[in-house]
C-alpha cells in the first residue's frame, strides 16, 4: 500500500515536471510569437490595431472560458464520474457533457455573432485613431472573434481531460497556438493585404487546432461528443449547477478583464505603439513568471491543502516563508539585472525589420515599470495558493478586485503624464496594493503568522536589493566595454553573448554573496542535493 502511494505521488511528480516543461516551452514559443509581430509590425499603428483586435475576443475567452472549466466544469464533471461506474451514472455523466458542449457552442455562437456585427462600435471605445486604421481594427476583430467560439470548446475539451487527470495534451495545445500563428504570419503575409491579417488568420487556424488536438484524447476514454437540444442544455442538473458556481466568481472575474479593457483602452488613446509595446513588455515580465512564479504556486499547492486539512499550521507556515524566499530570491536579483540591461534584452528578442530603435525606447518606457512590479506579481501568486488550500476563494478575489480598481484609478492619473509608462506603473502600484491586502485578509483566520511571515518577507527582500546592487556594480562597471565587443554582429551575436556574459557575473557574485553569508537557502539546496546523491546511491 505504502508502495503504491510512493509511486502515484512520483508519478504525479513527473507528470508535474513534464507540464513545467511543456509551459516553459509554451512561454518561450509565446515570446517568438511576439518577436514575429515585433519583426512584421514593429509598434505601428497597424501593431496597436492587432493588439486590440486580439484583445477584444480574448477578454471574453478568460473572462467565460477559462473561469467555467476551471471554477466551475472540473469540479461539477468530478462529482458525475465518481458516480459513472454503472450503467445509468455513465449515461448521466454523458449527457451531462452533451448539455455542456451545447450549452458552450451555443452562447458563444451567439457572443461571436453579435461582436462581428458591432465590431466597428467596440473598436471605437479601445482607439482613438481614424480613417483606414480604425477600419483595419474593426476588420481584424471580426476576423478573430470566432476565436471565443473554437478556445471555449477547447476549454471544454481540456476540463474532460483535466477531471479524468490527463494533462499532457492540453499542456501542448498552446504550444500549437503558439507555431500555428507564427507560421501563419510568415506563409500567408505575402497573400494577405497586411501582415495583421496573416497574424490573424494565425489566430484562428490555432484555436481551431487547440480543440481538434484534444478530441482524439477524449473520445479515446469513450467519451462521446454529441449536441443535446438547447431545452435540455440549460435544464440539464448539471450545467445549471455550472452556472450556479461561476455567479459568484465571474464578479471577481469581471473586475479583472474590466481593468484589462480600461488599460487597453487608455493605451489605444494615448499614442501610436502604446498598446504594443505594453504588451511586448508583459509578454517578457510573463516569461518570467510562468518560470518561477506559476511554477512554485502549483508545486506548493497540494503541500498547503495537506498542512491546512491536518490542521498542521505550524508546516503550513515554514513553506509559505520558504516559498516567498524563493521567490525575492529569483525575481528581485532579476528586475535589477533587467532595469540596467532592458534595452538589451528588448533589442535581442524584438528588434528587426519593422521594430527600431524607437520600438526599443517606447517599448523600455513600460517594460523599466513592469519589472519593478515583478516582486509583487510573484508573490500573489503564492500567497493565493494558501488561501485556496483553506477553501477560501472570496479572500482573493476580493483583494484582486481592489486591486484591479486601484490599477484603474492610477492609470487614469498617470497616463496623460507619463503615456505607457503610466499605464505599467498603475500595474505596479496595484499589485502592491495587491499583495498588501491578501496579507490583511491572511492575518483575519488567526492560523497563518502573517505577521512573521510579512517580517521575514520584508528583511529578506531588503537583503537580496542589497546583494543585487553589490552584484550589479561590476556589471555596469564592464557593460558598455562588452557590448562594444560585439558590435557589428548580428543582434543575436551582439546582444546575446554580452547579455549571457554580464548575466553569469552578476549571478556568480550574487551566489558568492548568498554563500559568503550562510543564506539558509543555500543551505537548505545543499542538504537537499547531498540527500538527492545519498538516495541514489543507495538505488
Known amino acids: 500500500m505504502l508502495y503504491m502511494k510512493k509511486k502515484e ?8 515536471v513534464k507540464l513545467s516543461f511543456i509551459t516553459l516551452f509554451s512561454r518561450i514559443l509565446g515570446v517568438i510569437r511576439e518577436a514575429t509581430k515585433a519583426d512584421f509590425l514593429g509598434t ?3 501593431a496597436d490595431a492587432f493588439g486590440i483586435a486580439f484583445t477584444i475576443p480574448n477578454l471574453f475567452r478568460r473572462l467565460f472560458a477559462e473561469n467555467s472549466v476551471s471554477v466551475a466544469f472540473i469540479p461539477t464533471f468530478k462529482e458525475y464520474l465518481d458516480n459513472s461506474n454503472t450503467e445509468e451514472g455513465r449515461k448521466t455523466t454523458q449527457d451531462f457533457i452533451s448539455a455542456s458542449l451545447t450549452l458552450v457552442s451555443f452562447l458563444t455562437a451567439l457572443v461571436v455573432i453579435i461582436g462581428i456585427i458591432v465590431a466597428p462600435f467596440i473598436v471605437k471605445v479601445f482607439t482613438n485613431a481614424e480613417g483606414d486604421i480604425i477600419q483595419e481594427t474593426a476588420l481584424l476583430t471580426r476576423i478573430m472573434f470566432p476565436y471565443l467560439f473554437v478556445i471555449s470548446v477547447a476549454a471544454l475539451f481540456q476540463g474532460i481531460l483535466n477531471g479524468l487527470k490527463i494533462f499532457t495534451p492540453s499542456g501542448f495545445t498552446p504550444i500549437l497556438f503558439n507555431l500555428c500563428v507564427i507560421g501563419g504570419t510568415y506563409l500567408l503575409s505575402p497573400y494577405t493585404a497586411n501582415p495583421a491579417r496573416a497574424m490573424a488568420i494565425g489566430v484562428i487556424v490555432g484555436g481551431t487546432i487547440q480543440a481538434l488536438f484534444q478530441l482524439p484524447f477524449v473520445l479515446k476514454n469513450n467519451w462521446k461528443i454529441n449536441f443535446s437540444s438547447i431545452k435540455k442544455a440549460f435544464s440539464n442538473p448539471g ?5 450556479s458556481l461561476i455567479g ?6 469581471a473586475a479583472y478583464q474590466l481593468n484589462d479593457a480600461v488599460s487597453i483602452a487608455l493605451a489605444g488613446n494615448a499614442g501610436t505603439g502604446v498598446v504594443s509595446s505594453l504588451q511586448y513588455s508583459l509578454r517578457l515580465q510573463e516569461l518570467i513568471l510562468g518560470i518561477f512564479a506559476v511554477s512554485i504556486g502549483t508545486v506548493i499547492l497540494p503541500d498547503l491543502t495537506g498542512f491546512a486539512k491536518s490542521q498542521n499550521w505550524q508546516e503550513f507556515n515554514k513553506m509559505l516563508t520558504l516559498a516567498v524566499r524563493i521567490i525575492a530570491l529569483i ?42 512590479g515583478l516582486f509583487f506579481i510573484a508573490v500573489n501568486r503564492i500567497i493565493s495558493p494558501a488561501f485556496y488550500a483553506q477553501s477560501n476563494t472570496k479572500s482573493p478575489t476580493l483583494a484582486g478586485i481592489i486591486g484591479f480598481v486601484s490599477n484603474i484609478i492610477i492609470a487614469l492619473i498617470l497616463v496623460t503624464p507619463m ?8 500595474l505596479t502600484i496595484a499589485s502592491g496594493i495587491n499583495t498588501l491586502f491578501l496579507f490583511i485578509f491572511l492575518a483575519k483566520n488567526g492560523t497563518v503568522s502573517v505577521l512573521q511571515i510579512a517580517k521575514d518577507m520584508i528583511l529578506y527582500a531588503i537583503k537580496m536589493i542589497a546583494f543585487s546592487l553589490i552584484a550589479l556594480i561590476p556589471v555596469l562597471f564592464l557593460k558598455d566595454k562588452l557590448f562594444n565587443m ?5 543582434r543575436f551575436i551582439a546582444e546575446g553573448i554580452p547579455l549571457v556574459l554580464s548575466a553569469l557575473l552578476f549571478a556568480l557574485i550574487g551566489i558568492l554573496l548568498l554563500v559568503i553569508t550562510k543564506d539558509p537557502l543555500v543551505k537548505l539546496a545543499t542538504k537537499k542535493i547531498r540527500s538527492k546523491k545519498e538516495t541514489s546511491a543507495e538505488e
Open 331 to 372: 525575481t528581485i536579483p532579476i528586475t535589477f539585472y533587467s532595469l540596467v540591461t532592458g534595452e538589451h534584452i528588448i533589442s535581442l528578442v524584438y528588434k528587426n525589420n519593422k521594430f527600431t530603435d524607437e520600438s526599443v525606447s517606447l517599448t523600455m518606457e513600460a517594460f523599466k515599470y513592469h519589472i519593478i
Open 44 to 46: 505601428t499603428a497597424l
Open 239 to 243: 450545467t445549471r449547477k455550472v452556472m
Open 486 to 490: 560585439f558590435t557589428g554582429y548580428n
Open 9 to 16: 505521488k512520483k508519478s504525479l511528480f513527473a507528470s508535474g
Open 248 to 253: 459568484p466568481t465571474i464578479i471577481g472575474m
Open 419 to 426: 503615456a505607457g509608462g503610466g499605464i505599467a506603473l498603475a
